[in-house]
């Protein structure tokens, strides 16, 4: 598996999208994410949609965007386990 800069994005609250957007740094992201290699080690499943009509709330669909604007919430995968977790706290909620 490729390790690779993203910048995730999830409309508010009670949005029905997951828009993720390619960055190049960690300081771009408002959360690091780490890839892990077997689905028994995840917390979450994630599915690329080529879509964003075909995203369906919270659920891991995943749509890549063309621009950093059409994101509320950056992600950045690293490439250790132990560099995972939140820069920008206020924004746990779209998470959840």
């Known amino acids: 598996m490729k390790y690779v800069t993203m910048l995730f994005v999830l409309i508010p ?6 828009k993720v957007y390619s960055v190049d740094y960690a300081n771009q992201a ?8 077997y689905e ?3 917390d979450l499943k994630v599915f690329k949609v080529d879509n964003p009509n075909q995203v369906d ?8 965007v063309d621009y950093a604007n059409q994101s509320d919430l950056k992600v950045f995968f ?3 386990q ?3 977790g939140w820069r920008e706290k206020s924004k746990q909620h779209l998470m959840y």
């Not at 408002?30 to 290699?37: A, G, L, N, R, S």
């Not at 709330?57 to 890549?64: A, E, I, K, P, T």
């Open 82 to 84: 132990n560099q995972a």
């Open 40 to 42: 028994n080690q995840c």
């Open 13 to 18: 609250f009670y949005s029905i999208s997951q």
């Open 30 to 37: 408002d959360i690091k994410v780490f890839e892990v290699q």
């Open 78 to 80: 690293v490439q250790y």
């Open 57 to 64: 709330g919270n659920r891991g669909l995943w749509h890549f």
